[in-house]
């Protein structure tokens, strides 16, 4: 179990990945997480496609983060999907294509209940599913969830978080360069 | 007026007290997020009530979606963010609300379409007061400001 605590220094580790986690990505490819990023520097998130309003946000304020990067190979940007039931890889392609995320940069996944709830444990991501109905009667889910983003190093080390939202675009450039330089 | 800050003009769909309306609401700079079809969007802006009267938002219809509703993004004591669904928006006499991501905002849910950067979609607001505006809506990001705009002076 991962724990993570108050912001430390880039230098800090805040837990490890452990374990093989096959996700599906908007692709439609199997990865294994994070084995097969192994060696590149992560900048991770957990969302839901539905979420029409901070979901969105993230995607936007890692878009920005990437685009001030001076140098983007050796990175990567994750975004996990907590709700597998709905977030298939054609949804999540979709998602990627509404909100313009650079590609091959951006490995949009999610995977079987079971391995995303590993991840979202590992991680300490809050998830909770709130059933909600409309005003015309008809039902569905959103979720209650953290708005964390994560810094994870090429050996899968959790090095920083961040709030997703409002992450500081120049202190998380910095962050992954050095990061880069490291590797 | 640079990017998304359109000052959408009211056009009156009903009867009734027209020229007071006019001058009484304004939306200003509103824009609706990108979204698939299978994806929901939101829309944000900013209303301005010129009136001395409050007036409530009570209810959002779209051509372009098949199920509006008001919604506020929360964050809860234990960090997480949330929504939930809000039943009327009141704005007060000379006063306004701004709807922006991470809070009210107007959510659009069963796209008829993929809505993309430079589409328009018309949106359909039912206050108490003014009763039925329609407003067009440009698709795209927004640099929309934090704070409310500058309101005329209000006299005694």
């Known amino acids: 179990m991962v724990v993570i605590s108050a912001l430390l220094g880039c230098q800090a580790e805040q837990g490890v990945v452990q374990g093989s986690h ?32 901070i979901c969105p946000l993230i995607a936007q304020r890692m878009v920005q983060i990437w685009q001030a990067l001076p140098e983007t190979r050796g990175v990567r940007a994750v975004m996990i999907s907590f709700d597998p039931e709905r977030d298939s890889p054609e949804r999540l392609r979709e998602f990627a294509e509404a909100h313009q995320l650079p590609e091959p940069g951006f490995v949009l996944c999610s995977g079987k209940p079971e391995v995303v709830e590993q991840l979202v444990q590992q991680f300490g991501v809050v ?33 920083k978080r961040y709030t997703g939202t409002d992450a500081p675009i120049a202190q998380v450039v910095r962050d992954v360069q050095q990061l880069r330089h490291q590797q | 007026m640079r990017g998304w800050q359109v000052l959408c003009l009211v056009s009156v769909l009903s009867g009734g007290s027209l020229a007071a309306v006019e001058s009484v609401l304004q939306f200003r700079d509103f824009w609706a997020r990108p979204a698939g079809r299978a994806i929901p969007s939101a829309a944000y802006g900013v209303i301005v009530n010129n009136g001395a009267k409050a007036d409530t938002l009570l209810e959002v219809t779209s051509a372009q979606a098949a ?15 949330q929504m939930r669904k809000v039943e009327r928006i009141v704005i007060g006499g000379r006063d306004s609300v701004i709807l922006r991501p991470g809070g009210l905002h107007i959510m659009l849910y069963d796209l008829q379409q993929v809505l993309r950067p430079g589409d328009t979609i018309e949106l359909r607001l039912r206050f108490a007061q003014a009763g039925w505006q329609q407003i067009a809506c440009p698709v795209g990001r927004s640099q929309q400001p934090r704070r409310r705009p500058t309101l005329p002076e209000h006299h005694h």
């Open chain 1, 127 to 159: 998830v909770q599913r709130t059933p909600t109905e409309f005003t015309d009667g008809g039902v569905s889910y959103f979720f209650a969830h953290s708005d964390v983003l994560f810094l994870v190093d090429g050996a899968g080390r959790i090095r």
């Open chain 1, 22 to 53: 096959y996700l599906w990505t908007q692709q439609g490819k199997l990865i294994n997480f994070p084995q097969d990023l192994r060696g590149e520097v992560l900048l991770v998130a957990f969302f839901y496609v539905q979420c029409p309003d």
């Open chain 2, 67 to 81: 199920r509006v509703e008001l919604h506020e993004t929360v964050r809860d004591p234990q960090g997480r963010m």
